[in-house]
């Protein structure tokens, strides 16, 4: 490799890296996911669907930019460890039957050209309440 090439290649890296540290970037990156945060919060509390009214979202972050969002979810646990994984089921289906209608949701609470992606991880709820208070 050339050193002018390699001297390139080098800077679009430092500037890839710096971007990443930027202290601004951050802030809207984050202020970008609570945005999204809200939107599904409302969405799911607004849903037709009985399945979803009991979700919350415990967090947005990107996965791994900007274009993709991964939202964890949590979803009540109910009895023993059968019923909490046939609930899951339920709650992840309805998810991903609505998946199209909440990316629609979020683009309205947005204001960017092109709305993330999103991909939904599901947990069950903690002991603690949702968002992990008691």
Known sequence: MSKRRRDRRESAVDRCFES??????ERKAAQ???QVREALSFALAE????ALWSLWIVEVVPA???GRLRVIVEAPGLGNGEAIEAALER??????AA???????V???IHRKKTPTLSFELRPASAMGPGGEE
């Open 107 to 109: 683009a309205d609470a």
């Open 47 to 50: 849903s037709a669907d009985e």
């Open 64 to 66: 791994p930019h900007l």
């Open 32 to 34: 970008l996911c609570e």
């Open 20 to 25: 990443a540290r930027d202290p601004r970037g």
């Open 91 to 96: 709650h992840q289906e309805a998810l991903e």
């Open 99 to 105: 998946k199209g209608r909440l990316r629609a949701e």
